[in-house]
């Protein structure tokens, strides 16, 4: 085997002990920890003191199904942990992977080569936020499904479709600018015309108002007059009531006309009578009128004989 070959070895075994995170150069000191479950901690991962690496993990092992996770680790013997200090399993950043986080306690007793250091596990926020990124990487997933269907429904066709009603809504936006503008210029219009009005009823408004008075006036003329108006009024119609009923009474000349047929039949002949006298005297007024030249009649002068 030679010499080259025992340097070859050595060479093997220093770089393997390098990726490891070992420094086979410093001295360093073997702790155990004990955990229910190994949280995905592996060979090589770093020992932490406030975030600097002062050891590496050597060993994951499990003696049997009903004991715990040992973890063995190796801590250059320049550090000195405390006894009460806790070796926490954590996430080692955001990005993910995970540490042994010493927890340094405030004993006075080291922690001497050999020795059982307690375990624990922090489910801290960044273990959520690989739980989010898990999440996020299936959501993202999702979402190139959802892109891929969309490429899909984005056809030429539908492009097309989706051109022509944008330029309709476009057609239809320049039509809402021109009405638009049509009704400024009539609101511009009615402003005008409210504004010759407006001085209008400026200028008129002391006649108003004096009529406004005159009416007042009136009503207040009306309202004190009416009592008297209706009292005449009331006064009138029972006069005429009373007149009515006598005309119609059987008593009076009216009522009898009105409700005696005789005396209504005698005093129409009577006045046919009357009315042939008149039409005879109009065409014989000689029998009923004597004229004589010299002044009386014989007849007359005979009667004064006598």
């Keep these: 085997m030679g010499i080259f070959g025992i340097i070859i070895i050595a060479a093997s075994y220093w770089g393997i002990t390098f990726l490891r995170g070992l420094d086979i150069l410093a001295s360093t000191d073997t702790f155990y920890a004990h955990y229910e479950q190994s949280n995905d901690i592996e060979v090589s991962s770093p020992v932490l003191v406030r975030g600097i690496k002062v050891g590496t993990v050597t060993a994951v092992e499990v003696g049997s199904v009903h004991e715990p996770v040992t973890v063995t680790m190796k801590v250059r013997s320049k550090y000195v942990i405390p006894s009460n200090s806790v070796a926490v399993i954590a996430s080692k950043s955001l990005l993910g992977g995970k540490a042994i986080v010493m927890q340094i306690g405030d004993s006075d007793i080291p922690l001497k080569d050999g020795d059982t250091v307690k375990g624990a596990v922090d489910n801290n926020i960044a273990d959520q936020i690989e739980d989010v ?28 479709s989706i051109s ?14 021109m009405a638009v503008s049509d009704l400024r210029v009539k609101l511009g219009d009615i402003t005008s015309d409210l504004s010759v009005l407006t001085a209008e009823l400026s200028r008129t408004a002391p006649q108003l108002g004096r009529t406004i008075d005159n009416l007042s006036s009136i009503s207040d003329t ?18 005429v009531d009373n007149t009515v009923k006598a005309m119609t009474s059987k008593d009076g000349t009216i009522g009898k006309l009105l409700t005696d047929g005789g005396m209504y039949d005698n005093l129409n002949k009577s006045s046919a009578s009357l009315n042939a006298l008149l039409v005879d005297i109009r065409e014989n007024p000689k029998r009923y009128v004597h004229i004589s030249v010299f002044g009386r009649s014989d007849k007359q002068r005979k009667q004064k004989e006598e």
């Design 133 to 160: 990124k898990s999440r996020l990487t299936g959501a993202l997933d999702q979402l190139s499904v959802t892109l891929e269907g969309l490429n899909k429904v984005l056809s030429d066709e539908n492009i097309a």
């Design 164 to 177: 022509s009603t944008i330029g309709n809504i476009n057609k239809a936006s320049r039509n809402a600018d």
């Design 222 to 239: 009306l309202t004190v007059s009416l009592p008297e108006l209706i009292a005449s009024i009331n006064n009138t119609v029972g006069d």
